[in-house]
């Protein structure tokens, strides 16, 4: 360190001796660069000035080649990849619903954003048009469809009333805890009822519990009953105890796929005052 420290120093003084040689020449070179170099810079700022706004418009046509959207401004550029991404992957039907809504602005619509994201948007709007039109489905009240079969302990299974006697439409109206329902059906348990979906259907609603027309007193009803939602023989829903006092149960069950559905109504060991309703029952399906 110490000595090659000493050694700089006299490099330094070499510099000082070239100094005064070319000292006449420099003089003539001063004037000549001070009269040059102020140009120069003059000249680098007039193109630096001239070029800045020619680069800013580079990138605006380069904006404007692919959007076509008016206004040069780089904001535009970003738009159309956005929905370009969003409809390209148009699988998922999330996506495909805001095209369908579009659906018939979806020609003139992509023109627009810009050339690639037009091509890609009106390929998955044509496509999607179906698939929502598939998913389309409607309730229907399961009292209004036909029983493919049917077994119940107490005269046949009413519609739209309580399973009254063993008579045919010797019912009331159905109600559970004081909660009437227009639609739904009386049965007795044991009780079991299949509909034919044929997989046309996505979900089963009720609201079940024991009929009041066997009375509210604990001591002469003892009805106790378990509902049950079976598709395709696989239990999809099964109840906890239902007692006459219970308020009614909500039970919402997917069946997507579902060929045969049946309703069951368990009496968990004894018939006594088993009236049971599936009340406001429904299925949504597929027209
Ligand atoms: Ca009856
Ligand atoms: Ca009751
Ligand atoms: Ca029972």
């Not at 003089?27 to 630096?48: E, K």
């Not at 659906?103 to 050339?115: I, L, T, V």
């Not at 109206?173 to 049965?187: A, K, N, Q």
Request: proline share 11%; glycine share 16%; charged share 20%.
């Amino acid at each position: 360190m110490g000595p090659e420290g000493s050694r700089r120093r006299p490099r330094g003084a070499r510099g000082t001796r070239r100094a005064p040689a070319p000292a006449a020449d420099t003089t003539q070179l001063r004037s000549l660069a001070l009269g040059v170099v102020p140009l120069a810079l003059f000249g680098l700022v007039v193109a630096l000035v001239m070029f800045y706004p020619s680069g800013g418009g580079d990138a605006g046509d380069e904006g404007t080649g692919p959007g076509a959207a008016g206004p040069p401004d780089a904001g535009v550029t970003p738009e159309p990849l956005p929905t370009a991404d969003l409809f390209v992957p148009g699988t998922t039907t999330p996506p495909t619903l805001p095209p369908d809504t579009v659906g018939g602005d979806g020609p003139p619509g992509p023109a627009g954003p810009g050339g690639p994201g037009g091509a890609g948007a009106a390929g998955t709007s044509v496509s999607g048009r179906p698939r929502t039109a598939a998913v389309q489905q409607v309730s229907r009240p399961v009292s209004a469809l036909p029983f493919r079969r049917v077994s119940n302990f107490w005269g046949p299974v009413e519609r739209d009333s309580s399973n009254g006697e063993d008579r045919a439409g010797d019912g009331e109206t159905l109600e559970i805890e004081g909660r009437r329902f227009g639609s739904g059906l009386g049965v007795h348990a044991p009780s079991e009822v299949e509909l034919d979906l044929a997989g046309h259907c996505s979900a089963f609603t009720a609201q079940v519990g024991l009929d009041d027309e066997e009375g509210e007193d604990s001591r002469e009803n003892v009805g106790a009953v378990a509902f049950a939602v079976i598709g395709d023989g696989r239990l999809l829903y099964r109840s906890p105890t239902v007692r006459p006092d219970d308020d009614p149960l909500p039970v919402s069950v997917g069946v997507a796929g579902v060929r045969i559905l049946t309703l069951r109504v368990d009496d968990l060991g004894s018939t006594k005052n088993d009236h049971a309703d599936w009340a406001a029952a429904t299925l949504r399906c597929t027209p």
